[in-house]
C-alpha cells in the first residue's frame, strides 16, 4: 500500500504564491510519473502538472508559465509551485502517482484565491 501525504494549500490574494507538496510512501516500485491534478466546484478533476521519471513536464495550457513542477526522487516527494495566483485556480488540489502500474492519489488541499 502507497500513501500520499499533501501540505501547502491555503488562501492567498490574487497574484500571490503558494507551494504545495507531496510525499509518498509505503511499498513504493518503479514510479512512472507524479502529477498534480485539481477540482474546482461544479467541474471536473482536470491534471494540472505531469512529471515522469526523465524529469519531462507537461502542463495544462492556463497554467503554462505560471506553475511549475518539480520532484525529489530521494525523498518521493514532489512540489507544484504556484505564481501569479488567479481567482480561477481556486480549486482543491490533489497529487496522484503511478508507481507499479496503479494510481495512487492524495487526500486533497484546499487553494483558494481572493480577487
Known amino acids: 500500500q502507497v500513501q500520499l501525504v499533501e501540505s501547502g494549500g491555503g488562501l492567498v490574494q490574487a497574484g500571490g504564491s503558494l507551494r504545495l507538496s507531496c510525499v509518498a510512501s509505503g511499498r513504493i516500485s518503479v514510479i512512472n510519473y507524479m502529477s498534480w491534478y485539481r477540482q474546482a466546484p461544479g467541474k471536473q478533476r482536470e491534471l494540472v502538472a505531469v512529471i515522469n521519471a526523465g524529469d519531462i513536464t507537461n502542463y495544462v495550457d492556463s497554467v503554462e508559465g505560471r506553475f511549475s513542477i518539480s520532484r525529489d526522487s530521494a525523498k518521493f516527494a514532489w512540489y507544484l509551485q504556484m505564481n501569479s495566483l488567479k481567482s480561477e485556480d481556486t480549486a482543491v488540489y490533489y497529487c496522484?502517482?503511478?508507481?507499479?502500474?496503479?494510481?495512487?492519489w492524495g487526500q486533497g488541499t484546499q487553494v483558494t484565491v481572493s480577487s
Open positions: 496522484q502517482m503511478m508507481t507499479g502500474g496503479t494510481r495512487y
